[in-house]
Structures are given as C-alpha cells and as structure tokens.
C-alpha cells in the first residue's frame, strides 16, 4: 500500500515563507507526476504546483513567482516553498502522486492534507 504523508504546515503571518514536504512510503516501481493542491472552506480544490519526473513544473499564476515545487526521485519526496504569502493563500494543502505500482499500472495517491493559515 502506498501511502504519503505531509509536513510542514502552520500558522504564518501575510508576507512569510513556508515548505511543506511530502514523502511516499510503501511498494511501487515509480512515480510519475507530483503534485500539491489546497482547498479553501467553500472552495473548490486547486492544483498550486506540479512537477514531472523529469523535473518539469507549472503553477497557475496566482501562485507563480512566489511557490517552488522541487521534488528527490531517490527519496521520493516533494516539496513546495512557498513566498510571499498572503491570506488568501490559507487552506488545506494536499500532496498529490501519479504512483506507477507496477510498470503497467498506475494509481492516483493523495496525502491527508496539512493545514496552512496565513493571518497577522
């Protein structure tokens, strides 16, 4: 079974800096796509930061600029630096992982979620 879990969430005052990271544990052959997502109460989930195994990212602009998401293919971790951070930037943040369990298979794993507040 594969399972990921999340770190580094908190209380953080508007213009600070944050990382969650994310680690997969368990049995798989590999993992194809990372990715974080939040969602705000009453908000619909949004995708925030992807990278690729060969390293290629996309963030949607309301976060570009300001979050790095960078992932370790031997650790199986990622992680999401996050700028600048405003109070519209508060919400619940999920890791997000495209788990190749075997070479002709693939599964969807999302983390339990880490809570980020952004208020003075």
């Known amino acids: 079974q594969v399972q990921l879990m999340e770190s580094g969430g908190g209380l953080v005052q508007p213009g600070g800096s944050l990382t969650l990271s994310c680690a997969a544990s368990?049995?798989?052959?590999?993992?194809?796509?990372m990715e974080w997502y939040r969602q705000a109460p009453g908000k619909q989930r949004e995708m925030v930061a992807s990278i690729s195994s060969s390293g290629t990212t996309n963030y949607p602009d309301s976060v570009k600029g300001r979050f790095t998401i960078a992932r370790d293919n031997a650790k199986n971790t990622v992680s999401l630096q996050m700028h600048s951070l405003k109070p519209e930037d508060t919400a619940v943040y999920y890791c997000y992982a495209l788990v190749r369990i075997r070479v002709w298979q693939r599964t969807s794993i999302w983390g339990q979620g880490t809570q980020v507040t952004v208020s003075s």
């Open positions: 368990g049995s798989f052959s590999s993992i194809d796509n």
